[in-house]
């Protein structure tokens, strides 16, 4: 599906890859903004389909920027948020603060704050000091507020293919196999400041089956009825959080938005049946499967070295700053060089990226055209985790971002200057 023009060099959001690479400089991270509105549109159609009430809430940790948000506005998404840099980002580019969820496993009494003095849409209740913190602050500023409580559903990680942070993820949330949840809905249900609008569960990231939302689907609608047995409450709203994998490379089988969603809605529907409730609301909170196969990471061919018998690295211009995806989780990704795109694959290469570190290898190996100084590779799909995680490791500067759409393309994060990097540095002596 990937795009290119006469001159075979690949097509971004209808503008020559080669020419933003020209034009930008590289390391250069771009986004088919199309890409990004065609994948929303797919997960709405799949709720319009069942009639179901639902949101989206874009989880922002997957890039967040102010040109992000601003599209996250135009579409009508929610967005969910992990800190106060998040939160301020989005409100500083308009973004709707009623349509904001605060995640996190540790807010602190500033981020809480500044979710209330901003009247945000909910705040994701994660642990039992949060719920004292929040009430505090809600207290002292005499006004209310929604909340959700995060439950750990104990969807076990061996049953499903998920990558590390499934397991990580245990540190969130109220654990339902102890009965956290039922201690904190009390305690919630008696603090007149907040509303509790729903339950929320996140199982893991870059999840392939379905099963396991399915199950997280089943779990809630039981919670929702031991709840309303138990306590005469029930949740309005199920937030099942994000996860939704992507097909990095052959290896991974693509599924579109559409077999998640079907699957998650019949489960609702049947369970809901059974327990003779009516259907709650959902939220989702997709991050990677929005943002992921939409951005392209640009870097420059330099340097090479071959070794006899052996292999060959292919060093770039950028690296594990830019996306440290491949050397913290072993993640595959697959390129193509975008001045060559119809070129023989000629040699087997390793990535390498410039970083003084023996991991710092892009790409393990894969199937090259013959590679020169000044080719221009494009990594793909490297939209989500990529710049969101980038940093100044070897004090390189971060790289600009720019989004492509309709043969337009647009600097939405300028490139980091060297100045840029020591603009904290105060003078010792
Ligand atoms: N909601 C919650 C509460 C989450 O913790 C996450 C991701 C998401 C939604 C979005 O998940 P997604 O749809 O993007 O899979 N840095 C790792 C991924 C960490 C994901 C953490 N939580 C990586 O690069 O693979």
């Known amino acids: 599906e990937l795009k290119t023009n006469d001159q075979n060099h690949l097509i971004i959001g209808g503008v020559d890859s080669v020419k933003l690479a020209h034009k930008y400089g590289t390391p250069l991270v771009v986004y088919d903004v199309e890409k990004i509105r065609q994948q929303i549109k797919r997960f709405k159609s799949s709720f319009d389909e069942s009639g179901l009430k639902y949101e989206i809430s874009y989880a922002s940790k997957a890039f967040a ?47 809480l704050e500044m979710a209330v003095d901003n009247h945000i849409g909910v705040v994701i209740l994660d642990n039992f000091l949060e719920i004292e913190l929040l009430k505090k602050v809600l207290q002292e500023k005499h006004t209310s507020i929604n909340v959700m409580l995060r439950l750990t559903p104990g969807i076990s990680a061996h049953t499903h293919k998920y990558d590390q942070t499934g397991q990580v993820d245990s540190k969130f949330g109220f654990d339902v196999e102890s009965g956290q949840d039922k201690k904190a809905l009390k305690q919630v249900l008696a603090i007149p400041e907040m509303k509790l609008i729903g339950i929320h569960a996140h199982i893991g990231s870059q999840i392939f089956g379905v099963q396991g939302f399915e199950m997280l689907a089943q779990k809630m609608v039981d919670i929702s009825a031991e709840w309303k047995k ?141 590679l020169v100084p000044g080719d221009i590779v494009a990594m793909l799909d490297t939209g989500a985790y990529g710049y969101s995680m980038a940093s100044n490791y070897n004090l390189n500067p971060r790289p600009a971002v720019v989004f492509a759409e309709n043969g337009q393309d647009k600097l939405v994060i300028e490139r980091e200057s060297f100045a840029d990097l020591i603009k904290l540095d105060k003078s010792y002596l």
């Open 230 to 370: 138990e306590f005469e409450y029930k949740p309005e709203i199920l937030n099942l959080g994000g996860g939704f994998g992507i097909s990095y490379t052959d290896e991974d089988e693509p599924i579109g938005p559409d077999i998640f969603i079907n699957k998650i809605i019949t489960t609702l529907k049947e369970a809901t049946q059974k327990a003779d409730l009516v259907l709650p609301e959902v939220w989702i909170e997709p991050g990677r499967s929005i943002v992921g196969p939409a951005g392209f990471n640009l870097y420059t061919v330099g340097s090479r070295k071959d070794i006899p018998g052996m292999t060959s690295y292919i060093n770039v211009d950028g690296g594990m700053g830019d996306n440290i995806r491949p050397a913290l989780y072993q993640a595959k990704y697959e390129a193509v060089v975008t001045n060559k795109m119809k070129a023989e694959l000629t040699e087997v290469d390793h990535l390498a990226g410039k970083y003084c570190e023996s991991g710092d290898i892009l790409i393990d190996k894969q199937k090259f055209p013959a």
């Open 65 to 111: 920027a102010i040109g992000m948000y601003q599209v996250l506005k135009q579409e009508g998404l929610h967005t969910d948020v992990v800190s106060g840099g998040e939160l301020y980002t989005a409100l500083k580019a308009g973004f709707p603060a009623d349509k904001i969820s605060f995640h996190g496993n540790n807010k602190s009494y500033q981020e």
